[in-house]
């Protein structure tokens, strides 16, 4: 039996195809407690600390949620200005002084890297709820548990990425973990917004295969299709982003006239580049991905403090 050995969740390229496989299992072994009711209590008496210094909502509110599912309990900061870092006090010292307080800690920090100086401040585990335009972890896996939920496999799919690649970080982190598996993708952006040379870097030596594309209609050879919204607060030159932001639109015409039941995610929020009409289509999944993203977080939370749930 694989066991789990990460304290920490704060990269996509800490977990193996074994990790992955053992994460999915005791989600759904998760998931299961959850619906018979036997979920609450498994993390009684444990304490969250929720740190979101970057705006979140259905982050924060599915591990609070979470949480609050396990009977453990929570304390949170939102935003730099309600936090002593807006008085100048350090991440590090911010960290420590938590350690005092709770069992573990999620936190979600403009600044690429920084989940990794709050983990190594502190003996706690620490979960990285997106760091700048660097990784979502938590995010991926959830990611790659709707796409077993929803096509109940994830070897031989052909996987589309719309949008925004460059900046994507849940695009980043998706495909950190795809890369384990027998997948094509359609990486669809526009050229301004490829997808970084260091993260195709990642894919060398694995079973997955890529090819890039401006055509939007890359879509309709796919089984999957993970739309994002172009990151409107990670363009240094706003002038660029007003050029591109409206660049791809999935619509129900898109949807309807693909060669396959393309099943739709997104991270969320969204803006312009996923239609309100696709939302009735059974093929829609994206809220059910939000859903998804609760008993995911439950099984991250115990895993990560060593409670066992089976």
């Known amino acids: 039996m694989h066991s789990y050995a990460h ?28 619906e ?7 993390l009684n008496g444990k ?12 982050t924060r509110l599915s591990f609070e949620a979470a949480m ?16 002593s ?42 979960i990285n709820a997106g760091d700048g335009a660097g990784q979502h972890p938590t995010q991926a896996l959830l990611d790659l548990y709707t796409i077993v939920s929803e096509k109940g496999k994830i070897d031989g799919l052909n996987i589309a990425f719309i949008g925004d690649l460059k900046y994507g970080r849940t695009i980043h982190s998706l495909i ?4 384990h598996y027998p997948v094509h993708l359609y990486l669809i952006s526009p050229e301004e917004l490829k997808l970084p040379e260091k993260y195709k870097k990642n894919l060398e030596g694995y079973p997955m295969t890529w090819e890039e594309t401006t055509d939007i209609k890359a879509f309709w050879d796919a089984d999957v299709a993970y739309v994002t919204r172009i990151q409107e607060e990670r363009f ?27 099943i739709i995610l997104h991270p969320l929020p969204r803006v312009n580049e996923l239609s309100t009409d696709v939302d009735d289509l059974p093929n ?3 809220f059910r991905q939000a859903k998804y993203g609760v008993v995911v977080r439950m099984a991250l939370l115990c895993l990560s403090l060593g409670v066992n749930f089976d």
């Open 85 to 126: 870092i807006s008085k100048g006090e350090t991440l590090y010292d911010t960290m420590k002084m938590i350690e005092a307080y709770v069992d573990i800690a999620v936190i979600r920090h403009p600044v690429e890297g920084s989940s990794r100086i709050a983990a190594g401040a502190v003996n706690i585990p620490v």
């Open 176 to 179: 950190n973990l795809l890369r």
């Open 236 to 262: 240094p030159d706003h002038r660029e982003y007003e050029k591109l932001k409206d660049i791809y639109k999935v619509n129900k015409e898109l949807v309807l006239a693909s060669k396959k039941e393309t």
């Open 47 to 58: 304490l969250l600390a929720s740190l979101f210094f970057e705006a979140s909502t259905r």
């Open 284 to 286: 829609a999944a994206y």
């Open 36 to 42: 018979s009711g036997k979920a609450f209590g498994i």
């Open 7 to 34: 304290k920490n969740i704060l990269d996509t390229l800490q977990f193996s195809k074994e990790d992955l496989n053992f994460l999915i299992e005791k989600t759904q072994r998760m998931n299961l407690l959850q």
């Open 68 to 83: 609050e599912r396990l009977g453990g309990r929570l304390i949170s900061t939102v935003g730099f200005q309600f936090s």
